[in-house]
């Protein structure tokens, strides 16, 4: 049954320690998923601005649904840059979600990092995230824009004030502090992807975001998450595809949800 609180009760306790001692991984090869919808003026800025940070380098476009061209000048890109490993594919279904799991199943890099296509998360800070990953200072890397002072229009106040909340319900739910729940720049091994893939059924098809398909992947697989703040800057092309209503009662969906799952018997 459904019985909140109950747990509290129990007079039994187990407590699940790892040990601190993370393998460095130097040299892995990464893919850069950069999921995009109505960014054609982004496009070529991505792929210009991201650092080639490591030696065997995949930049993989997911494209669905776009109405100004965002696929034609993906296609333009990968022409105009030869030299560069840069792939595309366009999603049979709808979402960020969608992208996202699209993306990371044909990816084939050993790290798989998510870059949205907004350019709000600057791709210059991608390098430290993977360093972070292949130094073995974590498993999950996510980003948290809430820490740095942002450009002034680069988050609404509400969005902003609901983004604080909804990240300390879910460190509650989860029991592993998170300060930003949505920033879309998150990062791990392949490896961990796979072992987070292989355990959805027990979460199911639930996130249109993508977001919390992986953190509540990576929290069931008891992954070192580490965050890393970024810079959140305006984006210069295009409108926020984000509408904050819509998006709140997902988001409140996502709450109800992860209680179900985590806090119940």
């Not at 390098?127 to 130094?135: I, M, Q």
Request: aromatic content about 10%; hydrophobic content about 40%.
């Amino acid at each position: 049954g459904v019985l909140p609180g109950v747990r509290r009760l129990c007079l039994r306790n187990y407590l699940v320690a790892r040990s601190m001692n993370y393998a460095e991984q130097p040299g892995l090869s990464a893919t850069v998923l950069i999921p995009c919808r109505n960014e054609r003026g982004n496009i070529e800025a991505a792929v210009q601005r991201l650092p080639r940070f490591c030696d065997d380098l995949e930049i993989l476009f997911v494209e669905g649904g776009s109405e100004d061209g965002t696929w034609r000048e993906i296609e333009r890109v990968i022409e105009a840059y030869p030299d560069l490993d840069i792939k595309a594919a366009q999603q049979d279904g709808s979402g960020k979600g969608d992208a996202v799991r699209k993306g990371f199943a044909q990816a084939r890099g050993e790290a798989l990092m998510i870059l949205d296509a907004d350019l709000t998360v600057p791709p210059e800070d991608i390098p430290k995230f993977y360093h972070a990953l292949v130094s073995g200072k974590g498993e999950f890397i996510n980003g948290t824009r809430l820490v740095y002072p942002m450009e002034n229009q680069a988050m609404r106040t509400l969005n902003y004030i609901a983004n604080h909340l909804f990240s300390l319900a879910f460190s509650w739910l989860l029991n592993q502090r998170f300060t930003d729940t949505l920033c879309g720049t998150k990062v791990l091994s392949k490896a961990n992807y796979n072992k987070i893939a292989a355990g959805r059924d027990y979460f199911g098809d639930f996130d249109p975001f993508g977001d919390f398909d992986l953190i509540f992947g990576a929290t069931k697989q008891n992954l070192k998450v580490v965050e890393l703040p970024i810079r959140y800057a305006d984006r210069t092309y295009g409108e926020t595809q984000i509408s904050r209503f819509r998006h709140g009662l997902l988001l409140m969906r996502m709450v109800v949800f992860a209680f179900r799952k985590l806090k119940t018997i």
